[in-house]
């Protein structure tokens, strides 16, 4: 599975942004699919998951009310939306996918995931 996440930029702060990820080459129907971030000096960040059933989702306490993921698997596509963004989210925004184990599988840890894509930069201004 080859991930491509995109959608990062420069914004404001209590701006809003839509990262999206996508595969080539291959469905994302059948994985967990999870966002991470990484700020400079700092470790890689559980920001959101959305597991193999559409619906059943998981949020960082950091962003939790700031942040949605969904899922259209039709499109191959997994969105992860932020509003209200804050210079402390500034980041590498990565996803990643894992086959999932259960409909309701959500893993949080970067080491449960084996494929990931590359980064897309979000920069909040103060």
């Known amino acids: 599975v080859q991930l491509q996440a995109s959608g990062g930029g420069l914004v404001q702060s209590g701006g809003s942004l839509k990262l999206s990820c996508t595969t080539s080459g291959g469905s994302l129907a059948g994985y967990a699919v999870g966002w991470f971030r990484q700020a400079p000096g700092k470790t890689r960040e559980f920001v959101a998951i959305?597991?193999?059933?559409?619906?059943?989702?998981g949020i960082a306490g950091s962003v939790r009310g700031r942040a949605t993921i969904s899922r259209d698997d039709a499109k191959n596509t997994v969105d992860l939306q932020m509003v209200g963004l804050k210079p402390e989210d500034s980041a590498i925004y990565y996803c990643?996918?894992?086959?999932?184990?259960?409909?309701?599988?959500?893993?949080?840890?970067?080491?449960?995931?084996?494929?990931w894509g590359r980064g897309t930069l979000v920069t909040v201004s103060s």
């Open positions: 990643a996918a894992v086959l999932a184990t259960s409909d309701q599988s959500t893993p949080a840890r970067d080491y449960e995931y084996r494929y």
């Open positions: 959305a597991a193999r059933s559409r619906g059943t989702t």
